[in-house]
């Protein structure tokens, strides 16, 4: 991990030095219930190419990290339904949403999503075929992206895939706008990363096998699959 601590001291902290998880937390408990609005205008098409890229399939044991309020969490169980689907997120009422949705949807399914911090995974080394993880990273400082991004591999069998999702900052106009958003609402908006992540977790000890751009409405986002 030496390369990955080496590769994240050299990120300029875009005016957001820390995490702010707390303020994070709060928003996105705020907004459980009218999340799903957002996910469908802006998110599912990449949902669907990462279930198609991503290599998941049933009998896995997957997890996904930062479920939100669970759209690309019922994806996964859908695929994955003789496996088992793990989800987290730091908002406990985005995490019992998509647990109690999971469950509706999917009784017999072995599905479980709970309330946990990306950065301190509770789970054991090398206990997941795959590890999907969907708009995330902006929120993050970029210490804690370095943090969570060694939970992706420490918590990965060798050879597993890790599926991230980033805001794609291909657009200059989508930018400036985003720009402004996230001085405006850092908490809920973070700021792009996409453009510095791929070398991140290579230096993470990952291989990128898959790089694909999707758009939906203006809204741009980057799909990486890379191999541990
Ligand atoms: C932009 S939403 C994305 C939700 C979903 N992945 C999607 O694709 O629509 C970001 C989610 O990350 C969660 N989150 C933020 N910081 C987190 C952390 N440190 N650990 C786990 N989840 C976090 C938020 O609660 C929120 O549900």
């Given at each position: 991990m030496d390369k990955l601590e080496y590769s994240i001291r050299a990120w300029p902290t875009n005016g957001m030095p820390a995490t702010l998880a707390d303020r994070t937390r709060r928003v996105y408990d705020r907004l459980a219930?009218?999340?799903?609005?957002?996910?469908?205008?802006f998110h599912s098409r990449a949902h669907r190419s990462v279930v198609e890229f991503s290599g998941i399939c049933d009998g896995m044991r997957v997890l996904e990290v930062a479920t939100g309020?669970?759209?690309?969490f019922r994806r996964l169980v859908r695929a994955n339904q003789g496996g088992s689907t793990v989800g987290v997120d730091l908002s406990p009422k985005m995490a019992a949403r998509t647990q109690h949705h999971a469950?509706?949807?999917?009784?017999g399914c072995r599905a479980h999503c709970q309330a946990?911090?990306?950065?301190?995974?509770?789970?054991?080394?090398?206990?997941?075929d795959a590890v999907i993880c969907c708009y995330l990273l902006e929120l993050l400082s970029a210490e804690d992206i370095g943090r969570a991004v060694g939970e992706f591999h420490r918590v990965l069998r060798r050879n597993g895939r890790l599926a991230l999702v980033l805001i794609g900052q291909n657009t200059a106009v989508f930018n400036g706008i985003y720009r402004v958003l996230g001085k405006v609402a850092p908490a809920f908006w973070g700021r792009?990363?996409?453009e510095r992540v791929p070398d991140l977790i290579q230096a993470g000890e990952f291989e990128i096998v898959r790089d694909h751009m999707v758009r939906q409405?203006?809204?741009p986002s980057r799909v990486l699959v890379a191999r541990k």
């Open positions: 219930a009218v999340y799903p609005i957002s996910t469908m205008l309020s669970g759209e690309m469950r509706r949807e999917f009784p946990v911090d990306a950065r301190y995974l509770p789970f054991r080394d090398a206990s997941f792009q990363v996409e409405t203006f809204y």
